[in-house]
């Protein structure tokens, strides 16, 4: 039996505690009223168990009037980390829960475990949600909302790493553009570009003033995209991934090998070798019939930066591996 501790969160269809489970202390403890929604998540939970970047879920405690979902607790949402880390906003400490929780607010911006924010201060932490939304599309969920609320931070071993809830309740602001009663994979991908650039900007919305979600809402339905100063690999990624148009948008392997996750000693070295394969297409046809077959598109001595530009050129099933992307 579960012990019901502090009140963590509090929405219009459930209640987060802190609590303690089966000797384990500091679990999660989610009550929901309404029992049958809370079986069909944790039905999902149990599903997706084996996901590296997905909450677990311990047991499901179904009483006459609500259903009670032990899950594994993190030390904060994304929202919170990014809000401290990056704007020195810290929750109020009206509890003991919230109180644990500046604590490691705090120390993870001591400490500058997500560095100065140059290029990208939480490059670890996007690739764990696009890992878990990766895995949540393999296994064919399609109703999943993602937003900042919805990824938990947990620290490990010295590193922090983001894992996603199951929540299927749609927010105001974080949703793909109409039509919204037809989920699918695609519109997925337009939540985790939203997310994306959330964690880019440390905590800015692409679509308006992050504080206003229902203008974000109307900005996101009419493509009134406000993207900030970004690097060319950072707008390349995220305006492909907020296509209006859902089949236009990138596929998780497109995002997982794109420019934007190369590091540098990956850039330089494709870069010197595609000048020295620049240097020896020494007749000119050679550069036409690569762009007859459109593999890098309007080709220049700019080396690499050329090649991001025309990136959206490639189709999606193309992009299995970065070398390809540089035959000639």
Request: charged letters at 30%; a neutral charge; aromatic letters at 10%.
């Given at each position: 039996m579960a012990k019901i501790g502090l009140e963590i969160s509090r929405t219009t269809r459930a209640t987060v505690c802190e609590g303690d489970w089966d000797g384990r202390k500091s679990v999660?403890?989610?009550?929901?009223?309404?029992?049958?929604?809370?079986?069909?998540?944790?039905?999902?939970?149990k599903e997706y168990d084996k996901g590296l970047n997905v909450v677990r879920l311990h047991y499901e405690?179904?009483?006459?009037?609500?259903?009670?979902?032990?899950?594994?607790?993190?030390?904060?949402?994304?929202?919170?980390?990014?809000?401290?880390?990056?704007?020195?906003?810290?929750?109020?400490?009206?509890?003991?829960?919230?109180?644990?929780?500046l604590d490691f607010l705090r120390k993870i911006r001591d400490e500058k475990l997500?560095?100065?924010?140059?290029?990208?201060?939480?490059?670890?932490?996007?690739?764990?949600?696009?890992?878990?939304?990766?895995?949540?599309?393999?296994?064919?969920?399609?109703?999943?909302?993602i937003e900042p609320d919805n990824v938990f931070i947990f620290y490990e071993a010295g590193a922090l790493r983001a894992k996603l809830s199951l929540s299927q309740d749609g927010t105001v602001g974080w949703r793909a553009p109409k039509p919204k009663n037809h989920p699918s994979q695609e519109n997925l991908m337009f939540g985790l570009g939203l997310v994306v650039y959330y964690c880019i900007t440390g905590g800015k919305?692409?679509?308006?003033?992050?504080?206003?979600?229902a203008q974000c809402q109307k900005n996101i339905d009419s493509n009134k995209l406000q993207l900030g100063v970004l690097s060319e690999e950072s707008r390349d990624m995220i305006t492909h991934l907020l296509k209006p148009i859902a089949t236009d948008r990138l596929d998780i392997p497109s995002v997982l090998?794109?420019?934007?996750?190369?590091?540098?000693?990956?850039?330089?070295?494709l870069n010197t070798e595609l000048n020295i394969k620049l240097r020896s297409a020494t007749q000119s046809h050679q550069i036409y019939a690569l762009n007859k077959e459109k593999k890098i598109g309007d080709l220049t001595t700019n080396g690499i930066s050329a090649s991001l530009r025309n990136i959206r050129n490639f189709s999606k099933r193309e992009t299995q591996t970065i070398r390809h992307l540089f035959m000639i």
């Open positions: 999660a403890i989610k009550r929901i009223n309404d029992k049958d929604k809370a079986h069909n998540e944790a039905i999902k939970y405690d179904v009483r006459e009037d609500h259903s009670d979902l032990i899950l594994e607790k993190a030390d904060c949402t994304l929202t919170e980390l990014m809000n401290s880390y990056f704007w020195g906003r810290f929750p109020e400490t009206n509890t003991e829960v919230s109180s644990k929780k997500l560095g100065d924010g140059k290029p990208c201060a939480s490059l670890k932490i996007i690739k764990d949600i696009v890992n878990a939304v990766g895995y949540l599309q393999w296994k064919g969920e399609l109703h999943y909302n919305h692409a679509f308006g003033d992050i504080d206003s979600p090998c794109h420019p934007f996750f190369w590091d540098i000693k990956k850039k330089s070295s």
